[in-house]
């Protein structure tokens, strides 16, 4: 503790703007993944399945075929949802599907295709997505205008039915489903680009995702964070960061994105550390820090700092494994000197490699210093 003096300067400059510093840590993860952690190949398996339409939607009715939810509603207009519909009835081909197999349910992961599956399940359904509309063909060959799945005559619902889809089917070898989430990437490149969070929550769904989903609910944490939800699951990635950091960061190694993806899938059944323990950990650590230093707490800059919450937060967190921290004045003192503390500052603020080995073991050693005599 010698080396913290909890009467210094408070000022807050050096830091980073909250898109700023977001900008820094994906382009040192986009370095490091193309310099570090890319693998020269991969051990997958790619085979080529081709499924009659009336399969797909039963898988799709059955769970067999799960579409992820990456919060994006279904964008598709009633005319290009029709204009599929009306290819495969006039026996023209459409574009295959990407799907990857789970290892462990054998399941069908939909890698890029949903919005064409969603489409076909509506059709069959008679409710166009999202709608109580009934969904009937719009903008096709006069012979197809306004019909719906069940008006169509016999021969054109087999047609329909007997179409077939390709699918270009991925499958990780030896359990390594790391491989899957490089090909989310690559394959949402010529789209609105997903946000790792996004695509760990769907690789890795599960008890660990379900539970982050709903610790980002908490009362505290939102009025921390902001109080509405990130499209793109930025509040979500920063529990789970805070809990492999918290949990095995005397383990990590860049880059962050990896690491992450290893521990949300390492502890994905809740394997490693319960429900309980990640409850209790999360939300006795954000009710002090709220309660302690205030709703404003990781915004030296009235924006949002990464850096800042996961030393303070794992700092916190460690010390209230000998008990509960009774002396806020004191905790609000070591948490306004840490803002600016020049050892902090060099690892936290305006430099490259934010996510170094390093750089984040550095941070987490001086926010666990910081908090660690709190009475």
């Known amino acids: 503790m010698s080396t913290f003096n909890p009467n210094g300067d408070t000022s807050t400059s050096e830091y980073l ?5 977001e900008e820094q840590i994906e382009e040192n993860w986009e370095d490091e993944d193309e ?7 991969f051990s997958i398996s790619v085979s080529r399945r081709d499924f009659d339409v009336e399969g797909i939607v039963r898988r799709l009715r059955n769970e067999d075929i799960e579409i992820p939810d990456f919060q994006r509603n279904y964008v598709w207009k009633p005319k290009q ?19 990857s197999i789970e290892p462990e349910t054998k399941k ?5 295709g949903q919005q064409r599956l969603i489409s076909l399940r509506s059709f069959y359904d008679g409710k166009f997505p999202n709608s109580r509309t009934a969904f009937c063909l719009k903008g096709v060959h006069q012979k197809f205008e306004r019909e719906t799945y069940k008006s169509l005559k016999d021969a054109d619902r087999r047609q329909l ?18 491989s899957i989430y490089y090909i989310f990437e690559r394959l949402n490149t010529g789209g609105t680009l997903l946000k790792p969070q996004e695509i760990r929550a769907c690789i890795y769904h599960g008890a660990l995702n379900e539970l982050i989903h709903k610790l980002n609910k908490n009362d505290y944490w ?3 964070f902001g109080k ?3 499209k793109n699951k930025k509040d979500q990635e920063l529990i789970l960061r805070f809990l492999a950091l918290y949990f095995d960061g005397n383990n990590y190694k860049p880059p962050l994105k990896e690491f992450l993806n290893k521990y949300m899938k390492g502890n994905r059944h809740l394997k490693l550390q319960s429900e309980e323990q990640i409850s209790k950990a999360f939300i006795e650590t954000i009710e002090v820090v709220h309660q302690g230093i205030s709703n404003k707490a990781f915004h030296p800059q009235k924006v949002f700092s990464p850096t800042l919450f996961e030393a303070v937060m794992v700092g916190i967190a460690r010390r209230l494994e000998q008990g509960a921290i009774k002396n806020f004045d004191e905790l609000r003192e070591w948490y306004n000197y840490l803002l600016n503390e020049e050892k902090f500052v060099a690892v936290s603020a305006k430099i490259r490699d934010l996510t170094s080995e390093h750089n984040i073991k550095e941070r987490l ?11």
């Open 222 to 224: 939102r009025e921390l």
């Open 17 to 21: 703007a909250d898109e700023e510093q």
């Open 161 to 178: 039915d007997n179409s077939v889809l390709s699918a270009t089917i991925v499958e990780p070898r030896h359990n390594n489903e790391d």
């Open 35 to 41: 310099e570090d952690s890319l693998p020269s190949r």
């Open 365 to 375: 050693r001086l926010g666990t210093e910081a908090f660690a005599d709190l009475e």
């Open 81 to 99: 949802a029709s204009r599929l519909i009306e290819s495969l009835l006039l026996g023209l081909p459409v574009p295959g599907i990407f799907m």
């Open 228 to 230: 509405d939800v990130d």
């Open 108 to 112: 069908m992961l939909v890698l890029d």
